[in-house]
T-cell receptor, first 113, second 120 residues
């Protein structure tokens, strides 16, 4: 079993839909959780990060962490065609732990007009 | 403009022919790293560097070398490329790599545009 599991999709939704992207993980040492967005032929860019459990909101994006279930989510409200990209989750242990983040495989999202 | 640049962007080569992929950042970042991205496997870290002359192995270092002689540059060297090194390669940098905020302002990794390598 991989340390981080992420459904590759593709996930296809109509414009305006609420999108839910998810990752599960097995390493209970992970404390920092990140979401990256990667457009076609581009490098990943950090979208959101959270520490430990809880929610974090930034505009149309909400990141949610449930450490008890080892499950993280990224919600996109009022999705737009410009949100079409691959979304990667990434995780790291706390300060003093590994400097190496563990990435999920990425979920391809397609938002059609 | 703050950026991470990689060269070349595309490269087709043959088995055994040594090659170097350059990476440069203009943000005075201490931490730099190399990743490869493969379908079904996602992003995997090859090597990273905490600062000049300080490098360490990532998850998949076999077949690769790196050097960090200057803060801004972090080249990836394939001394004898093989077909299983055909992949999409990304260089990334961040202000620090202390693993503290894990994505906070000092840890945000900026990725280059990628280098698509094919080894025949």
């Amino acid at each position: 079993q991989k340390e981080v599991e992420q459904d590759p999709g593709p996930l296809s939704v109509p414009e305006g839909a609420i999108v839910s992207l998810n990752c599960t993980y097995s390493n209970s040492a992970f404390q920092y959780f990140m979401w990256y967005r990667q457009y076609s032929r581009k490098g990943p860019e950090l979208l959101m990060y959270t520490y430990s459990s809880g929610n974090k909101e930034d505009g149309r994006f909400t990141a949610q962490v449930d450490k008890s279930s080892k499950y993280i989510s990224l919600f996109i409200r009022d999705s737009q065609p410009s949100d079409s990209a691959t979304y990667l989750c990434a995780m790291k242990p706390p300060r003093g732990g590994s400097y190496i983040p563990t990435f999920g495989r990425g979920t391809s999202l397609i938002v059609h007009p | 403009e703050a950026q991470v640049t990689q060269n070349p962007r595309y490269l087709i080569t043959v088995t055994g022919k040594k090659l170097t992929v350059t990476c440069s950042q203009n943000m005075n970042h201490e931490y730099m790293s190399w990743y490869r991205q493969d379908p079904g496997l996602g992003l995997r870290q090859i090597y990273y560097s905490m600062n000049v002359e300080v490098t360490d192995k990532g998850d998949v270092p076999e077949g690769y070398k790196v050097s960090r002689k200057e803060k801004r540059n972090f080249p990836l060297i394939l001394e004898s490329p093989s077909p299983n090194q055909t992949s999409l390669y990304f260089c990334a940098s961040s202000l620090s790599g202390l693993g503290g905020s894990g994505g906070g302002p000092t840890d945000t990794q900026y990725f280059g545009p990628g280098t698509r390598l094919t080894v025949l």
